[in-house]
């Protein structure tokens, strides 16, 4: 009886000391616990501050890919209606988020600052080809705060171009 009421006791001292602990579980999905700013995810291809793609098409961060995620195909621009500054901008950016191992390594081949890896990690779906993602669901939804570079070529003539298709 009194080995019981020992263990009894013990068991609730440690119910107490517990209790007052900071929690280390969170309530996800509504909390999310705060990525390291190292944490390497969902890619993003930002847009200038003016609307103009900051990607030109130039190809490299699929060069650099270890596992062959990127795909870009690149195509004159419009001088009219210039999609980036430069002669060209990616006509077709493809990323396959089942092959990528989110090594940074197309952020860093990036001439333009362009592509980053962003700290959104909820990837999950339910197909494959869910899982590729198409330059419509990479381009940023806002615009960024980089400027168009002045020394661009074909030079930028300034053309304003608010939103990017
Ligand atoms: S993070 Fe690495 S594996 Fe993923 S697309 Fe970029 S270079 Fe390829
Ligand atoms: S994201 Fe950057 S590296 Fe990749 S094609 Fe565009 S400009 Fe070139």
Redesign the pocket.
Known sequence: MANMLTAIAKGLGTTLRVMFKPKVTLEYPEVKKPRSQRF?GR?ELRIYENGLEMCVGCEL?QV???????TVIAAENDPNNPRSPGERYGYKYQ???L?????????E?CPTEC?H?TQEFELAAFSREALVYQKEQLLARAPSHFKVPENVYPPYTGRKVLVAE
């Open positions: 390497r890619h961060c650099a890919c270890p596992a062959h995620a990127i990323v396959d988020l092959r990528c191992i989110f090594c940074g390594y197309c952020e081949a592509l890896l």
